[in-house]
């Protein structure tokens, strides 16, 4: 989560766009201040083989996961942090 990581994400579209626009900014915000959200390790699973139930994704909570996901947000940090690069 640092700014080497956005510049590589940015430079893979710049050739094609002339703007960038980050659709989720609590995602952004996060690279930038982990802190933000509070995250959990675990596993990730998707079904892909029920038909009834394609696309299901299920969370397994292990210290020793592959994933990380934020399992909640201190909303008052996320504005201030947001907020900020506009003054």
Known sequence: ??????????????????????????AVVSIFNDSV??????????????????????FEENLNGKHEIA???NTEAFFDEYFSVFQ
């Open 71 to 73: 399992c909640s947000v």
């Open 37 to 58: 959200c509070k995250f959990v390790r675990g596993n990730v699973s998707v079904e892909l083989g029920s038909k009834s139930l394609m696309g299901y994704t299920l």
């Open 1 to 26: 989560r640092d700014q080497y990581t956005i510049n590589n994400y940015i430079s893979i579209y710049l050739p094609a766009i002339l703007e960038v626009c980050f659709h989720d900014p609590l």
